[in-house]
């Protein structure tokens, strides 16, 4: 028994690193595969290659929680300098080439996102970590203002339907009838929030989309830095931040193809905050359901995609205490579940595909 007990205290106590070279040697299996088979997909195997080679390299150092020495205090001020330096260059980089971006662009935001990252590495309790989630943020809008307006036109066929809907709720100050608004007659939050946009800022359709739902979606992201706090501290919390902004998913469908699911997005993040919060109160708690009957009202599918993930949490939760002991957090409990199913079967009983047709 106590043999089996050491063997799982050293198996969890590494488990970082058995999974940082597990990722590796999947990163190098991936990229071997384009010459073997030519597997076109050698770009991904590079990231995971690198992204648990630069772990495994910087692991200590993540772990570290010594105080900053003067000289390396020193080193962070010169990164902040240099992060506003060079996001002003490719500001006007950009301001020059509108529809046109050079490859200089490109490399300015690698160094942007290297930089943020080489802060993070300084990062300790306690130290303010307001400025790095400004320059998080910054970044996230830069790469997407210079995808969202590389034409003047909105991408993606379902972007047109959605942008026409919300223009419609703009100029005649109603939903639309359903044979217009098809089913999102009874999923219409998105764009609602996007014409009230348009209406207090004297915006287009376009602009509206992107000061809403796509800035929604990058701040919104400050969640994700709360709950990577709390369960690893700030540098994890600034990592996931950063990292998330950068994620490409992430950008295709807050900024690339804007659609109500974008804004589930961003709903689902509060979600996560709320039920990660170390002693939920009634505050959470509110904001909780109330951010649930939200994303049961914005869209149908993604909602039930984002019910399947909390579900996995809890899935999650349960491994968790069967290797440590306990989950260094509050998760989802069972009865927010239960509240979740009924909201969504009492509200998709009453959504109708066709008059005679329910959603089911």
Known sequence: MEIGKKYKEKFTGNLDTILSFTGFSLGLFIVSLYYLINLNQQDIGIAVLSACLIYSVFRKKFK????????????????????????????????????????????????????????????????????????????????????????????????????GMSKLITDTGAVPPIEVSSKYFYYPLAHIFVSMTQLMGGLDVKDSFFYSIGFANIFSTAGIYLIGKKLEGPQMGLLAALLINLNNHNIVTGIANITPGSLVLCYFIIILYAIFSEKPGLVQTGLLLL??????????????????????ILAGKYLHNLLYGSLPVEAASFNYILFFVISLQTYWMFTYVTQDTSFF
């Open 291 to 312: 951010t649930t009957i939200l994303i049961v009202l914005t869209h149908q599918l993604t909602t039930f995609v984002v019910f399947l993930a909390i579900v996995s």
């Open 64 to 163: 570290n929680e010594a105080p900053i020495s003067s000289g390396k205090d020193r080193l962070r001020n010169i990164l902040n300098l240099s992060f506003y330096l060079v996001f002003l260059i490719s500001i006007f980089i950009y301001s020059m080439n509108l529809y046109y971006r050079p490859i200089s662009y490109f490399i300015l935001i690698c160094v942007l996102a290297g930089i943020i990252a080489s802060e993070i590495l300084y990062v300790r309790e306690g130290d303010r970590v307001a400025p790095i989630l400004l320059q998080i943020f910054l970044l996230s809008i830069l790469i997407r203002a210079g995808i969202y307006y590389n034409f003047p036109s909105l991408m993606g066929y379902d972007a047109y339907f959605h942008a």
